[in-house]
């Protein structure tokens, strides 16, 4: 079936090296895609988000690039921190008109001083 | 203005029994969906509800049913609890579409 999947299951960085998060999907009528945060005992947290009509956008220290053509997402952190260390997940609205996420399996992000 | 709260924080029942969870969205958000999440893994999508009625419903069996106030808060049930039925179970509220927003979420184990 139609499925959000990722290449890496654990990332490990220094502080301050610049983290690329990389995901596959596989349901092309996505037009919706999120990146989020979760750290141990709490909810997935907002990262940043992009539609299918864009290939690229920038928050603060973060960026998700948008390759429809490989149905490919990547998130990338820039100086990354002890405090970036968290599972993060990418997700996709499957163009169902409503809010409806199906999600990865997540990647472990560590950092190291 | 508050997140979106849910109760209880911890619940422990036993296989068979009923399991009742709450979700109380972000003030204006009319929209609530909820998300099992089994250890090492992504959530998965339950049920979403906008202006109280079900918008979408993900693979789960019938024992799961779930249902939205007037004031958009929202119930979550699961009956005759199995063991994989253990989880966390995130409520997330939003306007309509786009960015959710997640409670911390209930951690449920069933013995």
């Known amino acids: 079936g139609e499925s959000v999947g990722l290449h890496l299951p654990t990332l490990s960085v220094q502080e301050g090296d610049n983290s690329i998060i990389n995901c596959a999907y596989s349901?092309?009528?996505?037009?919706?895609f999120i990146w989020y945060k979760q750290e141990s005992g709490k909810g997935p947290q907002f990262i940043i988000d992009i539609r299918s009509n864009m290939d690229k956008r920038q928050g603060q220290r973060v960026t998700v690039l948008l390759n429809k053509t490989v149905k490919h997402l990547s998130l990338q952190i820039a100086a990354t921190q002890p405090g970036d260390s968290a599972v993060y997940f990418c997700a996709e609205n499957g163009n169902s008109g409503y809010s409806t996420l199906t999600f990865g399996k997540g990647t472990m992000l560590l950092v190291s001083p | 203005d508050a997140g979106v709260t849910q109760s209880p924080t911890h619940l422990i029942k036993t296989r068979g029994q009923q399991v009742t969870l709450r979700c109380s969205p972000i003030s204006g958000h009319k929209s609530v969906s909820w998300y099992q999440q089994v250890l090492g893994q992504g959530p998965q999508f339950i049920f979403q509800y906008y202006e109280k009625e079900e918008r979408g419903r993900g693979n789960f069996p019938d024992r799961f049913s779930a249902r939205q106030f007037p004031n958009y808060s929202s119930e979550l049930n699961v009956n005759a609890l199995l063991l994989g039925d253990s989880a966390l179970y995130l409520c997330a509220s939003s306007w309509v579409m786009g960015e959710q927003y997640f409670g911390p979420g209930t951690r449920l184990t069933v013995t």
């Open positions: 349901n092309s009528a996505s037009d919706y």
